[in-house]
């Protein structure tokens, strides 16, 4: 009778959040589990990934973790396909034939065609990029990790080539006088990380805001300004703001003079680019514009925090990224309290595979298929998880064959169907393709076209990973905690990798498979044994500063003064050792089209199709649409099976002003067809007011279903509520420098009848 109840007591077991994507930086729950079974969610209020706050609230995605693992098209055993590519006809195999199946293959087009037949596209960060699917390309032989360029990585590329570093968040945001929140959502993303709590109380204690995005999201209504951008056109404003800061002396001349290189040339390259010039370009009026910039350049310190909208999704987000960085380099404010922190050194100690890179072949960066950014830029010291393949670019290689054909394709936890422009020709590439395995957690599109599938453990059914954080008071370790056992034949993404190169005899190089000898090799380097981690699965400080003696035995440490303005140190590898205003880094070299040259200062390009950029098309087509990469209800893509959510955002909906709806005879809850120069797609009209009249706002990926709710998912092509249908997919309208894609077209719309 006492152990059937002792069997039946619910546990409780720490663990991260998986709900924003691996890479974040993971909110830490607690975990109930009942009869085996997870049954619900809370906040951990003393897990240091939630900055020790105390509390038990997670936000929506975070609460549905039990409905995620419980999922109705939660893919459970491996199968082979029994039907035509496409079709979605399967058969039920053991792991063992699939393993083998998948390393015959490698095994015979490498000796056929070379190692750099093999690609993967880009899943999350941890499961491949870093970890062991870049090991496994690199012991393989093969240069082709496929990135999306849709997330922070182009960012982080035009920020070092301009200022020399990443640029980070204050480290007190109390000290920062203006925050210029520009094309970022933070009420979307680790909203329970601290920044939304962080900013709130900064503005509380007298910090301006100013925020610069379309739509009028909750932390813009908190806004001094707010400057609803016409989408794509980001690299315009920031081009007139230097214009102004510059012709008005609102600009440090103590630091331009002696850390900033070819300031002179920057100031006539955008003499010409005033707020007159931006106005009919942005949708913002020049006086606006004007006083933002005077605000900017009066305001000491000044951070900007900026976005995938404006560097990682428009075709010059490099020039827009390199302009915003000038506007605070110019101003004074790199690596001053309050303005843009530069990392401390070890600032972030994510575990990495031992040797991970050393194991790669020298020749790699000049056998990409499709180069993500310039190969003479791919240096291990630019590029730190080394060379990288265009998504897209990478795809219709398949159909071009030039320079070659990749033949075998890694597509797990990718939908190529919705995570890259035109998902027709992508769908062309998977159909020529020769062989495509995929390992996930659910059943996307792509996956009726794969020859082998293989479930996916969520993070909730692992123990193979583990998370490392710096705080004030040293490292915190952090076990993925295995909350239940995987469902139905589910493993994880590095148990894969590791039986996998087993069979390929590349066994020496993965632990024989062990996923404890992984493991014990990456805590090797913070001085704690595997056996330590698992027996503190709450989470363990190492690598502490010493106390004070009279703190002895105190639960917190007092954390180190940070040290800034470290110029000679943060500029050390640009040209002259100081800040690129005239790029000399990047400007005339080749473009990672090996075409033409990348310009020596911020060029605005604009979107491919634009009111004031193609006014004959916007004649046809009246509005601009764009859509949101990261959501508060969804996952990218995914994550709409989950009742709890999908019963907040039932329907793929169109932010629409009502003004505009009215226009268009559209009410608020029609459905809505779209249409755009290359496709067509349909959504649900949601009235909002906050955004101008000629803007309409979707998200992109809704092919889940909802069994719990009887809620369709929607087809990936044209006449479904697939917003990259909608998209200009020329090759040459992306960034030159890191292959970025605009998300951003002319539409016209009308109510759906069924058509």
Request: proline share 9%; hydrophobic share 35%.
């Amino acid at each position: 009778m006492n152990a059937n109840r002792a069997e039946s007591a619910e546990k409780v077991i720490p663990s991260l959040c998986h709900g924003c994507g691996s890479y974040k930086p993971q909110c830490g729950l607690l975990c109930y589990v009942k009869d085996g079974r997870f049954t619900r969610v809370e906040g951990n209020p003393d897990s240091f990934n939630n900055g020790m706050a105390g509390s038990t609230s997670l936000c929506a995605k975070g609460l549905t973790g039990p409905q995620y693992v419980y999922a109705a098209d939660r893919l459970q055993y491996p199968m082979k396909r029994a039907g035509a590519k496409g079709e979605g006809r399967f058969q039920r195999i053991t792991w063992d034939e699939a393993l083998d199946t998948i390393a015959d293959k490698l095994k015979e087009t490498k000796e056929k065609y070379g190692p750099e037949s093999y690609g993967v596209l880009s899943p999350e960060y941890w499961p491949v990029l870093a970890t062991l699917g870049r090991r496994f390309l690199n012991v393989h032989g093969s240069p082709n990790y496929m990135h999306s360029a849709i997330c922070a990585t182009p960012r982080m590329a035009a920020s070092k080539v301009t200022i020399g570093y990443v640029s980070m968040a204050p480290d007190d945001w109390n000290k920062t006088r203006l925050i210029v929140n520009w094309g970022a959502n933070v009420e979307n993303s680790g909203v329970n990380q601290g920044a939304p709590r962080a900013i709130l109380n900064a503005l509380a204690g007298g910090t301006k805001l100013m925020d610069i995005r379309p739509m009028l999201e909750p932390m813009g209504t908190k806004a001094d300004v707010w400057l609803p951008i016409r989408p794509g056109t980001d690299c315009a404003l920031a081009l007139a703001f230097l214009n102004v800061l510059i012709s008005e002396g609102l600009y440090d001349n103590g630091f331009v003079a002696e850390w900033c290189h070819g300031f002179d040339g920057l100031a006539d390259h955008v003499r010409g680019l005033t707020p007159e010039w931006a106005a009919p370009i942005t949708g913002l009026p020049a006086g606006q514009i004007r006083e933002a910039a005077r605000l900017i350049g009066t305001t000491h310190p000044t951070f900007i925090r900026m976005g995938n909208g404006i560097g990682d999704q428009t075709n010059d987000g490099t020039s827009t990224i390199r302009a915003v960085f000038l506007i605070a380099a110019i101003t004074g404010n790199l690596d001053v309290p309050g303005g843009q922190s530069a990392p401390p050194p070890g600032a972030r100690p994510d575990p990495t595979i031992p040797l991970l890179d050393e194991l790669a072949p020298p020749d790699l960066v000049e056998r990409l298929v499709a180069p993500e950014s310039p190969i003479w830029y791919q240096t291990p010291g630019n590029c730190e998880s080394g060379p990288t393949t265009a998504y897209y670019k990478g795809l219709m290689s398949i159909l071009t064959e030039k320079p070659y054909p990749l033949r075998v394709l890694n597509a797990s936890c990718s939908n190529p169907l919705s995570a890259t422009r035109n998902p027709r020709k992508v769908a062309e590439a998977l159909k020529k393709l020769e062989f495509m395995f995929v390992m996930d957690v659910s059943h996307a599109p792509h996956v009726d076209y794969a020859d082998i599938v293989l479930p996916a453990c969520t993070s909730y059914e692992q123990g193979d990973y583990f998370s490392a954080k710096r705080t004030p008071q040293g490292i915190r370790l952090a076990p993925y905690n295995k909350v239940v056992e995987p469902f139905g034949e589910s493993r994880s993404d590095w148990r894969f990798y590791l039986d996998l190169a087993v069979r390929m005899g590349y066994g020496d190089h993965f632990w024989q498979g062990s996923i404890d000898g992984l493991m014990q090799e990456m805590l090797a380097p913070f001085g704690v044994t595997l056996e330590q981690l698992r027996a503190n699965p709450g989470g363990m400080l190492v690598e502490a500063p010493p106390a004070p003696p009279a703190a002895e035995g105190a639960a917190g440490r007092p954390a180190p003064q940070p040290q800034y303005r470290k110029y000679s140190q943060l500029f050390k590898d640009l040209p002259h050792g100081k800040v690129q205003c005239r790029n000399e880094l990047i400007g005339g070299k080749k473009d990672n089209l090996d075409k033409d040259t990348l310009p020596y200062f911020p060029e605005y390009k604009g979107p491919p199709e634009g009111i004031a950029e193609t006014p004959n098309l916007a004649e046809e087509y009246p509005l601009i649409l764009s859509d949101v990469h990261a959501h508060r209800l969804s996952q990218h893509s995914y994550m709409h099976n989950a009742a709890y959510l999908r019963e907040l955002q039932p329907y793929p909906w169109l932010r629409i002003n009502p003004a505009t709806a009215d226009e268009y005879g559209i009410a608020d809850g029609d459905w809505v067809r779209v249409e755009s120069p290359h496709g067509r797609s349909k959504f649900v009209a949601e009235y909002f007011p906050g955004m101008s009249p000629e803007v309409v706002m979707t998200k992109r990926g809704w092919w889940q279903s909802c069994e719990d709710l009887d809620l369709p998912g929607y087809d990936a092509f044209d006449g479904g509520s697939e917003v990259n249908n909608l998209y200009n997919s020329d090759e040459g309208l992306f960034d030159r420098f890191f292959s970025q894609m605009a998300k951003q077209t002319l539409v016209k719309i009308s109510k759906w009848e069924g058509a």
